[in-house]
Nanobody, 116 residues
């Protein structure tokens, strides 16, 4: 199983980034997909989740600014991040969780840095 995250980078406050996570080795449509992030010195936290059926859920900090979506045909999940803030600076990880077994997989992470 591979979860290849990309799209991170350096952006100014108020800017936008789109993260992508391409999955292979799993039946994409049978997995819940999520983005987590981990800032220096902090625990990893859930940012956004999209279920196998397309339902979404967001951390309070992401609501109204971030949008998670997926393309089952491309086995790819996206995180559109708008109005970025310095506190959004973190390594962002893609996560897949099998709907039935609950088995989880992690990608390698992509760094997002928001300058003030």
């Amino acid at each position: 199983v591979q979860l290849q995250a990309s799209g991170g980078g350096l952006v100014q406050t108020g800017g936008a980034l789109r993260l992508s996570c391409a999955a292979s080795g799993i039946i994409f449509s049978r997995n819940h997909m999520a983005w987590y992030r981990q800032a220096p010195g902090k625990q990893r936290e859930l940012v956004a989740l999209i279920t196998s059926s397309g339902g979404t859920n967001y951390a309070d900090s992401a609501k109204g600014r971030f949008t998670i979506s997926k393309d089952n045909a491309k086995n790819t999940v996206y995180l559109q991040m708008n109005n970025l803030k310095p506190e959004d600076t973190a390594v962002y990880y893609c996560n897949a969780e099998a709907r039935v077994s609950g088995r989880a997989y992690w990608g390698q992470g992509t760094l997002v840095t928001v300058s003030s």
